[in-house]
């Protein structure tokens, strides 16, 4: 009976190893690109349709990067914070990709630079534009060797994801046929957001 129950508790520990592994989790982030690229190779999806989700999936994904810090803080006893925490630049990165599909599928709907720089001046464009220039140098040092080399610098180059978010949520609202999902997306970010700067002022004064 001993031997029974040692065996279930390792098997059970196993399963658990494997649901906690990041190649799981990097496997289950990068299903949704696979498909797109068939779809898009296929013809499955025509480019309304591709824009439409790699933008959705990106935009929500880098909500969910940028919320975890204020779950922590709202939910102080949970443990999934903390485990979504482990694995915040998974999701950082994977926000990125779905945010370079999506550039690469306007690039080559457009297939004119003229036609490209034209359209960067608009205001719904030019916020896309410079939003992904800084997302760029953000993914690039997303990495423990860049951490190391950018010591203090590091945190300060990343606080820049939150004016980046902010001309992703103008870029989502302004470009959309419709406003509002990109508008209520932005309105959850900032309400979490929002929860974050009210507990870190909270502690400060209770620490004085």
């Given at each position: 009976m001993q031997g029974q129950t040692r065996s279930t508790e390792q098997d059970l520990k196993r399963f658990t190893g494997v649901l906690d592994s990041k190649y799981l989790l990097w496997l289950v982030l990068a299903s949704p690109f696979v498909w797109l690229v068939n779809a898009w190779r296929a013809e499955d999806l025509f480019y309304g349709e591709m824009i439409h989700v790699t933008g959705d999936l990106s935009g929500r994904l880098l909500i969910l990067t940028m919320a975890i810090t204020p779950l922590r803080l709202l939910f102080p006893g949970a443990r999934w914070p903390t485990w979504l925490l482990q694995r915040r630049r998974y999701f950082?990165?994977?926000?990125?990709?779905?945010?370079?599909?999506?550039?690469?599928?306007?690039?080559?709907?457009?297939?004119?630079?003229?036609?490209m720089l034209k359209e960067a001046g608009r205001f719904s464009m030019w916020t896309g534009w410079v939003a992904l220039a800084i997302f760029i140098a953000l993914a690039v040092t997303s990495n423990d060797a860049s951490v190391r080399r950018l010591r203090r610098s590091w945190k300060k180059l990343h606080r820049w994801v939150y004016p980046a978010a902010a001309l992703v949520f103008l870029h989502w609202i302004f470009v959309a046929f419709s406003f509002v999902s990109g508008l209520v997306h932005l309105l959850v970010l900032v309400f979490l957001e929002s929860c974050r700067i009210w507990k870190n002022l909270k502690a400060g004064s209770h620490a004085n």
């Open positions: 950082g990165v994977a926000a990125f990709a779905y945010a370079m599909m999506h550039t690469i599928i306007y690039i080559d709907r457009k297939q004119s630079l003229d036609l």
